[in-house]
């Protein structure tokens, strides 16, 4: 239940959908952003097709997203639902490091991106700044992306974003140690596509051998560079 004073007819009342695919978060940001008087939780989603399912149906002001689902991409669904519902504003919430995350996420259309470490007070100022049409980074993210408009960005970071958004993800599978049937399988792609993009993701990076792919990849996700 929510702890809030009764509002006025005049009060406008945000409608929030959460898509995280643990029980826990979902329950602890619903209890955080219904606390608010003027936020409400219209939903819960736990993967990327009750998501996009969800927002179709609920047509919420804000989605809270997860940029990884068990069931398939947070970019994916931030460029399907605002296929289809172009005024939906999307902020990512997240585990992993905003770089090169973040980028990638305004690319798809997402309004802002926050790591989950932030705290609640953080994650409702990124919530409201979203609300009121502004983008949200935090201040470190913001001076990389300005650094990246002016050149300044290193070697490794730019052949990271040469990669396409499904390249990125298979890349990201490459080093979190999955195979490439599996990676098929997460993806929804043949074993030929994903191997197609395996070779296309080692020329971009300037690799000789997929063992370089492989121990590159894995040293990313340790690193979270």
Same mark, same amino acid.
């Not at 409608?15 to 619903?30: C, K």
């Not at 999955?178 to 997460?186: L, S």
């Given at each position: 239940?929510?702890? +809030?004073?009764?509002?006025?007819?005049? @009060?406008?009342?945000?409608?929030?959908?959460?898509?995280d695919?643990?029980?826990?978060?979902?329950?602890?940001?619903?209890?955080?952003?219904?606390?608010?008087? @003027?936020?409400?939780?219209?939903? +819960?989603?736990?993967?990327?097709? #009750?998501?996009?399912?969800?927002?179709? +149906?609920?047509?919420? @002001?804000?989605?809270?997203?997860?940029?990884?689902?068990?069931?398939? =991409?947070?970019?994916?669904?931030?460029?399907?639902?605002?296929?289809?519902?172009?005024?939906? #504003?999307?902020?990512v919430?997240?585990?992993?490091?905003?770089?090169?995350?973040?980028?990638?996420?305004?690319?798809?259309?997402?309004?802002?991106?926050i790591?989950?470490?932030?705290?609640? *007070?953080?994650?409702? $100022?990124?919530?409201? *700044?979203?609300l009121?049409?502004?983008?949200?980074?935090? @201040?470190?993210?913001?001076?990389?992306?300005?650094?990246?408009?002016?050149?300044?960005?290193?070697?490794?970071?730019?052949?990271?974003?040469?990669?396409?958004?499904?390249?990125?993800?298979?890349?990201?599978?490459?080093?979190?140690?999955?195979?490439?049937?599996?990676?098929?399988?997460?993806?929804?792609?043949?074993?030929?596509?994903?191997?197609?993009?395996?070779?296309?993701?080692?020329? *971009?990076?300037?690799? /000789? =051998?997929?063992? /370089?792919?492989?121990?590159?990849?894995?040293?990313?996700? $340790?690193?979270?560079?």
């Amino acid at each position: 239940m929510k702890s +809030e004073p009764k509002k006025s007819s005049n @009060d406008r009342e945000y409608r929030i959908l959460i898509v995280d695919d643990h029980p826990i978060t979902r329950q602890g940001l619903a209890q955080l952003i219904n606390f608010e008087s @003027d936020l409400n939780v219209c939903g +819960e989603a736990d993967g990327a097709r #009750q998501a996009f399912n969800l927002i179709d +149906e609920l047509k919420p @002001d804000l989605v809270l997203l997860d940029i990884t689902l068990p069931d398939g =991409s947070g970019l994916e669904v931030i460029k399907d639902a605002l296929a289809l519902h172009p005024r939906c #504003q999307i902020l990512v919430l997240s585990m992993h490091e905003e770089s090169p995350y973040a980028e990638r996420v305004l690319r798809a259309g997402g309004r802002g991106y926050i790591m989950k470490q932030a705290g609640g *007070k953080k994650i409702m $100022e990124a919530i409201r *700044k979203v609300l009121s049409g502004k983008v949200y980074l935090s @201040d470190a993210m913001s001076a990389q992306v300005l650094e990246s408009l002016t050149g300044g960005r290193s070697q490794d970071r730019t052949l990271l974003q040469s990669l396409t958004d499904r390249e990125f993800e298979v890349f990201e599978l490459i080093g979190q140690g999955k195979t490439t049937r599996a990676m098929a399988e997460y993806l929804h792609l043949s074993v030929k596509t994903v191997g197609v993009h395996r070779l296309n993701i080692k020329r *971009k990076l300037g690799l /000789d =051998s997929a063992s /370089d792919l492989v121990s590159f990849a894995i040293r990313w996700t $340790e690193s979270g560079w």
